[in-house]
């Protein structure tokens, strides 16, 4: 396609039509527009004018892409146009970028002829193609400051070769395309400036020190049982990655990191994932489907005193206590690209792991959803409204834009605001704030859920008066005073149940005490006529998370048992309904259903009722 400038030519009263403005334009100028396109296109545009006739020539900025595409796979045509722009170019012009994507249309020759030619010429900025066996001291340079290479079948030799020496080299992107290579120590000598480091579809070698490192992504890679030797390392991004059995001590060891980014896209066997890092600032929680945080095995506990930004892409098995924290974003968008393929109920027992998760974000200040979150938390709203709102230090709910508010239960409302009464609900277009009177009127108990007083982690004062606070220590650990009774007279009557919990952290214990209580509160809280399938089913997976932790609730456990025979008998209970509507006096049931009874509730009192799950299974406090 010809290209044409129209001249300078004036009208009758003088002004100019049709001016080649940007012809005059210093060549550094063009030269910066022409960076965004390819070489192809640049060298086109020597049929404008004079003017454009030798621009090519000088350009920085070499981008060989798009052989397909402008060649029509025509192999030797496009070799001859990169060797004809290496040829005919000005040789005074420095090169700062070449960009060398050729597969295996060129030789192996050639390329490393083009390489060299970048490097004498100051390239600052490399990315090449490698489909041959080549040598590393062919990138050798004083001025490269980021190199790129995407190795192809075939080039396998590139990782095991001679040395390099990259003095300036801040930025080293490694890709290992269509398999996984183990990369040699060769490819880390000689890196004293090295600040970022990409690698993906790689295994990484077993010694791994970079004293220099700043950032570091790993996608696609095996992770090295050796302790890394990273001492400034401030992020660090693993994406699809399979996480050594010391996966713990890799991230302790990491004292400076203030970013962190763990996307989980396989199984791991991984027994509990502990982030304790003292100066991490940001966290990042990703997951491609519901069934890839199914498969964690463990739990992933946060200690990290300062971190202020928790973001989760679906729903993980996350205990996170933490007292600084401000912004919390929770999506679930990408999670479900095949929903329909879930039965609901399914969906619905994920849906329900937010009970363990919110909790130890309790701190957050501001709380951000997507849609499908929010869908997600309707669908099991009647589930979440059985128990306290988690969020007690809420300033804003962000809600997706154009949400509509009239669609939030006042279930759902009471779950995430009942704890922060002064909170209010933001969306992109409009603020609504909440009010406690008229949007939680409908729910049990919730005056004096919203009377009952907080602590906020961290801070001095509730520190320093837990009593005020609504906070007590329980044998050193900082519960809801409401717990400590609870807590006392569990140890007294089951003594085994707290005997063997897993953690062996202070603070994760306390974590998972606070989660524990949460739980038998509500069970024991639950009135017997309202049981369903669907409610005993939604107790015993929260009954097998807390096993999986270490506590012994098999006396819950029976109970349920019991309350689902009960329920399933619809002829006693029917009875024992009209009975306790017209009667209080236990003896005026025959001995066959007293011993039913007893053998469901256990011993009773004449006048004990049976409203509760809970009924006569603690000691009174």
Same mark, same amino acid.
């Given at each position: 396609?010809?290209?044409?400038?129209?001249?300078?030519?004036?009208?009758?009263?003088?002004?100019?039509?049709?001016?080649?403005?940007?012809? $005059?334009?210093?060549?550094? !100028?063009?030269?910066?527009?022409? $960076? &965004?396109?390819?070489?192809?296109?640049?060298?086109?545009? $020597?049929?404008?004018?004079?003017?454009?006739?030798?621009?090519?020539?000088?350009?920085?900025?070499?981008?060989?892409?798009?052989?397909?595409?402008?060649?029509?796979?025509?192999?030797?045509?496009?070799?001859?146009?990169?060797?004809?722009?290496?040829?005919?170019?000005?040789?005074?012009?420095?090169?700062?970028?070449?960009?060398?994507?050729?597969?295996?249309?060129?030789?192996?020759?050639?390329?490393? &002829?083009?390489?060299?030619?970048?490097?004498?010429?100051?390239?600052?900025?490399?990315?090449?193609?490698?489909?041959?066996?080549?040598?590393?001291?062919?990138?050798?340079?004083?001025?490269?400051?980021?190199?790129?290479?995407?190795?192809?079948?075939?080039?396998?030799?590139?990782?095991?070769?001679?040395?390099?020496?990259?003095?300036?080299?801040?930025?080293?992107?490694?890709?290992?395309?269509?398999?996984?290579?183990?990369?040699?120590?060769?490819?880390?000598? =000689?890196?004293?400036?090295?600040?970022?480091?990409?690698?993906?579809? =790689?295994?990484?070698?077993?010694?791994?020190?970079?004293?220099?490192?700043?950032?570091?992504?790993?996608?696609?890679?095996?992770?090295?049982?050796?302790?890394?030797?990273?001492?400034?390392?401030?992020?660090?991004?693993?994406?699809?990655?399979?996480?050594?059995?010391?996966?713990?001590?890799?991230?302790?060891?990491?004292?400076?990191?203030? $970013?962190?980014?763990?996307?989980?896209?396989?199984?791991?066997?991984?027994?509990?994932?502990?982030?304790?890092?003292?100066?991490?600032?940001?966290?990042?929680?990703?997951?491609?489907?519901?069934?890839?945080?199914?498969?964690?095995?463990?739990?992933?506990?946060?200690?990290?005193?300062?971190?202020?930004?928790?973001?989760?892409?679906?729903?993980?098995?996350?205990?996170?206590?933490?007292?600084?924290?401000?912004?919390?974003?929770?999506?679930?968008?990408?999670?479900?690209?095949?929903?329909?393929?879930?039965?609901?109920?399914?969906?619905?027992?994920?849906?329900?792991?937010?009970?363990?998760?919110?909790?130890?974000?309790?701190?957050?200040?501001?709380?951000?959803?997507?849609?499908?979150?929010?869908?997600?938390?309707?669908?099991?709203?009647?589930?979440?409204?059985?128990?306290?709102?988690?969020?007690?230090?809420?300033?804003?709910?962000?809600?997706?834009?154009?949400?509509?508010?009239?669609?939030?239960?006042?279930?759902?409302?009471?779950?995430?605001?009942?704890?922060?009464?002064?909170?209010?609900?933001?969306?992109?277009?409009?603020?609504?704030?909440?009010?406690?009177?008229?949007?939680?009127?409908?729910?049990?108990?919730?005056?004096?859920?919203?009377?009952?007083?907080?602590?906020?982690?961290?801070?001095?004062?509730?520190?320093?008066?837990?009593?005020?606070?609504?906070?007590?220590?329980?044998?050193?650990?900082?519960?809801?005073?409401?717990?400590?009774?609870?807590?006392?007279?569990?140890?007294?009557?089951?003594?085994?149940?707290?005997?063997?919990?897993?953690?062996?952290?202070?603070?994760?214990?306390?974590?998972?005490?606070?989660?524990?209580?949460?739980?038998?509160?509500?069970?024991?809280?639950?009135?017997?006529?309202?049981?369903?399938?669907?409610?005993?089913?939604?107790?015993?997976?929260?009954?097998?998370?807390?096993? /999986?932790?270490?506590?012994?609730?098999?006396?819950?456990? /029976?109970?349920?048992?019991?309350?689902?025979? !009960? /329920?399933?008998?619809?002829?006693?209970?029917?009875?024992?309904?009209?009975?306790?509507? /017209?009667?209080?006096?236990?003896?005026?049931?025959?001995?066959?259903?007293?011993?039913?009874?007893?053998?469901?509730?256990?011993?009773?009192?004449?006048?004990?009722?049976?409203?509760?799950?809970?009924?006569?299974?603690?000691?009174?406090?």
């Amino acid at each position: 396609m010809e290209f044409r400038i129209r001249k300078k030519m004036r009208t009758g009263n003088g002004s100019v039509q049709g001016e080649d403005r940007i012809s $005059s334009l210093s060549n550094d !100028l063009i030269h910066k527009i022409l $960076s &965004n396109v390819d070489t192809r296109t640049a060298v086109q545009t $020597s049929v404008l004018s004079k003017r454009w006739e030798l621009v090519w020539k000088t350009l920085p900025f070499l981008k060989f892409d798009g052989y397909g595409k402008y060649f029509n796979r025509k192999e030797a045509q496009f070799s001859r146009f990169v060797d004809k722009v290496f040829t005919n170019r000005n040789d005074e012009s420095q090169i700062l970028n070449l960009e060398l994507n050729v597969k295996k249309v060129i030789g192996p020759d050639l390329v490393e &002829n083009y390489v060299q030619s970048a490097i004498s010429h100051s390239v600052h900025d490399l990315h090449v193609d490698l489909c041959h066996t080549y040598s590393l001291s062919i990138f050798t340079s004083t001025w490269l400051k980021e190199l790129k290479l995407t190795m192809r079948p075939g080039s396998e030799g590139v990782l095991r070769s001679d040395c390099w020496s990259l003095p300036v080299l801040t930025n080293l992107h490694l890709i290992c395309a269509h398999h996984s290579h183990k990369l040699s120590m060769s490819l880390f000598t =000689c890196l004293p400036a090295l600040e970022t480091l990409c690698l993906d579809h =790689c295994y990484l070698p077993d010694s791994f020190r970079l004293p220099t490192l700043r950032v570091l992504c790993l996608a696609r890679c095996d992770m090295p049982e050796i302790v890394w030797h990273l001492p400034a390392l401030s992020s660090l991004e693993l994406d699809d990655v399979v996480f050594s059995a010391n996966m713990n001590e890799l991230l302790s060891v990491l004292v400076r990191l203030q $970013s962190l980014a763990l996307s989980f896209r396989r199984k791991n066997k991984q027994q509990c994932f502990i982030i304790s890092c003292p100066e991490l600032l940001n966290l990042e929680l990703r997951s491609s489907s519901m069934t890839t945080t199914s498969s964690l095995t463990g739990n992933i506990v946060v200690m990290a005193p300062n971190l202020r930004s928790f973001s989760s892409l679906g729903i993980f098995p996350v205990m996170c206590g933490v007292s600084k924290l401000e912004n919390v974003n929770i999506k679930l968008r990408g999670c479900f690209k095949h929903k329909s393929k879930f039965p609901l109920e399914s969906l619905k027992q994920y849906y329900h792991r937010f009970i363990f998760m919110f909790p130890g974000l309790g701190n957050a200040k501001i709380l951000t959803l997507d849609l499908d979150t929010v869908e997600a938390l309707i669908a099991v709203s009647d589930f979440l409204a059985r128990f306290p709102s988690p969020f007690y230090n809420l300033k804003f709910l962000k809600l997706p834009k154009g949400y509509q508010l009239s669609s939030l239960s006042g279930a759902l409302k009471g779950y995430l605001l009942g704890g922060s009464p002064e909170a209010s609900i933001v969306t992109g277009l409009t603020q609504y704030h909440f009010n406690p009177e008229s949007d939680l009127v409908s729910l049990p108990g919730w005056k004096a859920l919203l009377r009952e007083p907080v602590a906020r982690a961290g801070n001095a004062q509730a520190s320093s008066s837990r009593e005020t606070s609504g906070f007590r220590l329980w044998r050193g650990h900082e519960v809801k005073s409401v717990y400590v009774s609870l807590l006392e007279r569990i140890t007294k009557e089951y003594p085994d149940t707290l005997k063997h919990i897993t953690a062996k952290v202070n603070v994760i214990q306390t974590m998972m005490l606070n989660v524990f209580c949460t739980t038998v509160t509500s069970y024991m809280n639950t009135a017997v006529a309202d049981v369903t399938a669907a409610m005993i089913t939604e107790y015993r997976a929260l009954f097998s998370d807390l096993q /999986r932790w270490g506590f012994d609730i098999s006396w819950l456990v /029976r109970r349920l048992n019991y309350v689902e025979e !009960l /329920r399933n008998s619809k002829p006693l209970i029917n009875e024992l309904r009209a009975i306790f509507s /017209r009667v209080h006096d236990m003896q005026t049931l025959s001995p066959e259903k007293m011993t039913e009874i007893h053998k469901a509730f256990g011993t009773m009192d004449a006048g004990l009722s049976l409203h509760f799950i809970g009924d006569n299974l603690l000691p009174s406090s």
